[in-house]
């Protein structure tokens, strides 16, 4: 199988998956639905009691349970790079270290509205959330937040938290073809939603054809099914598109899906072979 890069962003990638199936296909978007790993906020320690602030005192309480706001924190990105393990399989032991955790902190002093920007990493300033303006929670003049957030690897087969992509999908690649003449070329390029053909010359040709949908509106209202335009999908060639949270880059998730699908089918093999 071979990937063709259409269109290349930090955050949403299109490309072309050829030669392949559509058994493969699914196989690499569940791969990088569920099995990339990525650093997630699995663990909120909330300060109680009063807080002193420059000789004013501060209710340490929010409009939200404790749980509503740990559950928000976990899903704000956090940048991941190859420098972290899983936390079990850490050299720690599992106790926690720079190795397998980042620590961020959060003190905050109503009135105001805490955001993810607020959570500031206890080392290194590369480890900032990547998306700064997500409202946590609204605090009231009096209201305080003091917290500590441990952030572990995992993958989104356990928590949606740790899942990088997002709006994965896959279409078979369009073949359209024109085979002679056509009546109303101007009507057909018009009535295309997404506007796949140009006029050159007064006729009509196809300019963009990967970015048809095969939503068949050219052939049933103009070819009625039978006419000089045919629209079939490729099932060896298909069209991938997905975006990703900021924790990873859309290149960083094509090689890391890549990668592990690679593995896990050398291990599958010889698996088979051993029998």
Excluded at 68 to 78: D, K, Q, T, W
């Amino acid at each position: 199988m071979e990937i063709q890069i259409v269109e290349m962003a930090e955050r949403k990638c299109k490309f072309i998956l050829k030669n392949s199936s559509p058994a493969m296909a699914n196989a690499l978007r569940r791969t990088m639905l569920t099995d990339i790993p990525k650093m997630a906020i699995d663990k909120v320690e909330f300060h109680l009691g009063p807080i002193d602030v420059d000789g004013r005192e501060f209710e340490s309480m929010t409009p939200l349970f404790d749980e509503i706001i740990a559950h928000r924190l976990g899903m704000v990105p956090v940048p991941t790079t190859d420098m972290f393990n899983f936390k079990d399989e850490c050299v720690c032991g599992g106790e926690g270290c720079p190795s397998c955790e980042i620590m961020y902190s959060l003190n905050k002093n109503g009135p105001c509205t805490v955001l993810s920007g607020d959570l500031q990493p206890l080392g290194s300033q590369d480890l900032k959330v990547k998306d700064e303006e997500i409202p946590i929670v609204d605090l009231a003049d009096g209201q305080s937040i003091l917290i500590y957030a441990h952030a572990v690897m995992g993958t989104a087969r356990k928590h949606v938290k740790w899942q990088v992509a997002n709006g994965v999908g896959y279409s078979y690649r369009p073949i359209i073809t024109i085979d002679g003449d056509v009546d109303s070329p101007e009507e057909i390029a018009e009535a295309c939603p997404k506007k796949v053909f140009d006029i050159t010359d007064g006729k009509l040709v196809v300019a963009r054809s990967d970015d048809c949908s095969l939503c068949m509106t050219c052939v049933e209202n103009f070819s009625k099914g039978d006419g000089p335009i045919s629209v079939v999908g490729d099932e060896n060639n298909f069209v991938f598109k997905f975006e990703t949270d900021g924790s990873l880059t859309a290149e960083q998730v094509i090689d890391k899906a890549v990668e592990i699908l690679s593995k896990e089918t050398k291990d599958f093999a010889s698996q088979v072979a051993s029998l």
